[in-house]
């Protein structure tokens, strides 16, 4: 026995002889597998290794983050760009109502626009601090990239009504002004 206090154990009664010698035969072992010149890493470098870890997980989840960020804003600026080439002139003298956010909002359309917001061919999007209309087909390029920026879509709002409505039957005509 190698060890000292294994000895002063053994003669205690605390532990057996084969016990002892099975632990100075593992500790044996773990020094032979332990490269030459290489001494067992101390505590401190293994709380460095440990830090270095850590570090490097914030880093990747910090990475990530400002990705997912920078994807958020490419999706945004994407969405502008089609808004303002699509977006349709309002000169109208009739306000349009619609809810955003349950609140009542505001449009100046022409009679024309008025009838196609109605029946779904234009719809209202987000843009800045205001509203535009833009077609269905711009409508969908934005959908895709962010579907909270479409306000009003009537062609949704329609397929969206169940069968257990009460009020099924009696639908809000298209030209009541609020």
């Given at each position: ?14 532990i ?18 332990q ?5 067992a ?37 994407q ?15 009739i ?9 009542i ?26 509203y535009?209309?833009?077609p ?16 009003l ?20 005509p ?5």
């Open positions: 026995m190698r060890n000292l206090l294994q000895q002063q154990l053994v003669k205690a009664g605390l057996d002889k084969n016990k002892a010698k099975a632990v100075a035969h593992e500790q044996m072992l773990a020094q032979k597998r490269p030459k010149g290489q001494a890493p101390s505590a401190a470098q293994v709380d460095a290794q440990h830090a270095l870890a850590e570090r490097a997980e914030r880093d990747r989840a910090l990475a990530a983050q400002q990705k997912a960020q920078a994807h958020e804003h490419e999706m945004r600026a969405i502008r760009q089609i808004v303002d080439a699509h977006k349709l002139p309002r000169g109208g003298e306000a349009y109502a619609f809810s955003d956010h349950h609140k909002r505001n449009v100046l359309v022409d009679s024309g626009q008025r009838a196609q917001l109605a029946s779904g061919r234009l719809l209202i999007v987000r843009h800045g601090d205001g535009e209309i833009v269905r087909s711009a409508a969908e390029k934005i959908r895709e990239r962010d579907a909270t920026m479409i306000v879509d009537h062609a949704q709002v329609a397929a969206a009504t169940s069968e257990d409505d009460p009020y099924k039957d009696f639908p809000v298209d030209d009541l002004i609020w």
